[in-house]
């Protein structure tokens, strides 16, 4: 069964490129409820289990999110017949991962596979010597993209004929602050993508609610590593489009300007909103942003879907919006993910 939810989540529907693998030890049973009792010793076990469970599973969406680079490579190459490929995918303490290919792999395969994988920064949890082996297959069929997400229509407002016409407004542009174009490669966060559900995915515990918003938990998620620095808290927003919204939350004298600098490496130069009080990169589908907690040594990065949280009322105000002449400085029209 998990051999088959593994192909399910790894191979979607006509994709040229396919991923599967053989689940891990620690995949092979059900995840049990974490143990009611208060001595570490007895907990530990799991904990490590649900951890480890919960690194498998964001390698598994990384991999399965570069799978478009990967086809058009082996297509660029001139392959015109299925071929297949086994390959390990380690990930080391800094984030970065290596690409190994196995005995009798197709080495065009392999080598685009390295040239997508090897050697990123991969947004997930991170430990020291994760390493999967996963059998790649490319076929030459045709890829079918899914539809973008479009958000639900305004109602449309009754209109009196005999009132005064008003001017159109002239659109927004969503392209004034894209400034950060390779933020939008982020589809989610770990296994989890934009528009999922919480209760499609192992593990989740609804922490509170905010609004239209239910904040989720995972135990799998507890001191992970991620950007290099190590997690206190990661919390999931919910909204009626479902999840839009990551909270990474972290502490250490250093640990600001250290996220500040993968988060360039990987996204370019952030930008500063005074209104936020934090550092922020915005493509034009998704915004991300690093806020340090003043008078103390946390720091907050939020990753945010801006459809998602526009069609669900949930954001009037994002980092990089023009300034609004009637508003104040004050935060009170932040979306409530990014204020608490």
Known sequence: MITLLLAALLAPASAAVTFTRT???DEKDSLEPAPVTTVKSETKEWRLKAQRRGVYAAIDAAVRWREAPIDACVRAAGA????????????????????KAGPGADAGLAGCIATALGDQQLPVPLYT???LTYTATWDPAPVVVPPPFVPPAAPVAEVDPGAPVAPPTPPEDPKRDA????????????????????????????SSTQLGTTLYTRQADTAARWMGATTSLVSYGFGPDGLYAVRIASSGSTTA?????????????????????????R???????LQPVPNSEVVVVTLLDIARARASGLADRLPGDRDDPTGTTSNRRMPRIFKD
């Open 257 to 281: 300007w250290k996220l500040r600098e993968a988060l360039a490496a990987r996204y370019g130069p952030s930008k500063w909103d005074v209104r936020f009080g934090a550092y922020y990169w």
């Open 80 to 99: 015109t017949t299925p071929v297949t490929a086994q390959v390990d995918v380690a990930l080391l303490e800094d984030g970065r991962s290596t690409v």
């Open 23 to 25: 689940p891990h030890e």
């Open 129 to 131: 010597g994760v390493r």
């Open 179 to 206: 400034f950060a174009p390779a933020v939008d490669v982020e589809l989610g966060f770990g296994p989890i993508p934009w528009g999922g559900r919480a209760a499609d995915h192992e593990g989740m515990y609804a």
């Open 283 to 289: 493509g034009e589908s998704v915004v991300l942003q």
